[in-house]
């Protein structure tokens, strides 16, 4: 069995009624996704499944940590990643791609695979800009970048530039 495997439920042989599991999102699960972002985590899902005869609900809350680096100065980051969401699972044939909070399955289905839901919501709570506050980077790095971003200013435009402004 890999080591995915573990965040399906088998709602085929579950009663009408709310059921809950808990996953684990750690460097493991991480590493069964090529090119992710994520590398080290340690994130806990917690599901509250509601079974109902025509359709299901799935209530999704993650609490945990990414470990990454900072945009800014690449030094390590502890990330906190908090959140919750509400999907509706279908039964049916048709595939509904208006919504991204409906998960459809066929009626040949028994269970259901939240592997790829928990990571995309991962990623979902994560910031655009991953970086500490400005007084916790490394001085060092920061002080070379402010020297980089001084000679900068110098506003000398390359020739090549200006035939463009011509064009209109």
Known sequence: MKKKDKFII??????DGLHEYEF???TAFFSNFEYSLIENADIKAIISFEKK??????????DGVVNTVCDR?????????EGQ???????TEETIDEDDH?????????????THVIYESIHLLMPIKIAHD??????EVIAQLN????SDDDDEQDPRWDALKNIK
């Open 102 to 114: 409906i998960i459809c399955l066929s009626p040949n289905e028994q269970e259901l695979d939240l």
């Open 134 to 139: 400005e007084k916790d980077c490394n001085p």
């Open 147 to 150: 020297e980089i971003n001084l």
């Open 53 to 62: 005869p025509s359709m299901f609900r799935l209530y999704l809350s993650l």
């Open 24 to 26: 684990h999102a750690d």
């Open 85 to 91: 969401q509400e999907f509706i699972v279908k039964i």
């Open 73 to 81: 100065c690449i030094d390590d980051l502890q990330l906190a990643i």
């Open 10 to 15: 088998p709602f085929d042989s579950l009663k």
